[in-house]
T-cell receptor
Framework: GAVVSQHPSWVICKSGTSVKIECRSLDFQATTMFWYRQFPKQSLMLMATSNEGSKATYEQGVEKDKFLINHASLTLSTLTVTSAHPEDSSFYIC????????????FGPGTRLTVL | AQSVAQPEDQVNVAEGNPLTVKCTYSVSGNPYLFWYVQYPNRGLQFLLKYITGDNLVKGSYGFEAEFNKSQTSFHLKKPSALVSDSALYFCAVRDKGEYGNKLVFGAGTILRVKS
């Protein structure tokens, strides 16, 4: 089956620093990847859609200058949380869209970010 | 826009009993519906999907879901619950995005199976 990995699985950083999270599709090429944010006991909120070779599309209310997304290849998208603050602490999940058919999404295991 | 609703925050079931996790949808056109499961501090795992065809869809881990057009529902079911089924379950519907299709998730339902 399709496998999506995320790295790191958890990260703790100081306020004001930047953190990069990687999302990789391991056995298929994904022109489109998605980044979600999930607060405790809540649903997934789509932050942005990442397209290989073009700018990401951000959902309303998501700061594009704070959450930088780069989709440099068909198997890798990165999310950089710039100048992180404690309120950015959350569980970040990526998914990669299967390139054909129903275009279902396969999800990574998530990254737990804690900003001190 | 397409949407799904999960009316129950939590469902409690005894091990061995049948379980149902409810989902209703609101779409224009034909719905593409999905169920995902999430274990603590993990990403989402795909359980099953409905695109077209039989209203009863069979998925992973013994789960199935019944698509009911008249009731606009897509409830997740399992004949005999296991303690290991305890997790957070999300219903989702495919929606159109600027760059193609995207998923819209329900709020999630916590399933607790007690032995």
């Amino acid at each position: 089956g399709a496998v999506v990995s995320q790295h790191p699985s958890w990260v703790i950083c100081k306020s004001g620093t930047s953190v990069k999270i990687e999302c990789r599709s391991l056995d298929f090429q994904a022109t489109t990847m998605f980044w979600y944010r999930q607060f405790p006991k809540q649903s997934l909120m789509l932050m942005a859609t990442s397209n290989e070779g073009s700018k990401a599309t951000y959902e309303q209310g998501v700061e594009k200058d704070k959450f930088l997304i780069n989709h440099a290849s068909l198997t890798l998208s990165t999310l950089t949380v710039t100048s992180a603050h404690p309120e950015d602490s959350s569980f970040y999940i990526c998914s990669a869209r299967w390139p054909s058919g129903v275009n279902e999404q396969f999800f990574g295991p998530g990254t737990r970010l804690t900003v001190l | 826009a397409q949407s799904v609703a999960q009316p129950e925050d939590q469902v409690n079931v005894a091990e061995g009993n049948p379980l149902t996790v409810k989902c209703t949808y609101s779409v224009s056109g034909n719905p593409y519906l999905f169920w995902y499961v999430q274990y603590p501090n993990r990403g989402l795992q795909f359980l099953l999907k409905y695109i077209t065809g039989d209203n009863l869809v069979k998925g992973s881990y013994g789960f199935e879901a019944e698509f009911n057009k008249s009731q606009t529902s897509f409830h997740l079911k399992k004949p005999s619950a296991l303690v290991s089924d305890s997790a957070l379950y999300f219903c989702a519907v495919r929606d159109k995005g600027e760059y193609g299709n995207k998923l819209v998730f329900g709020a999630g339902t916590i399933l607790r199976v007690k032995s």
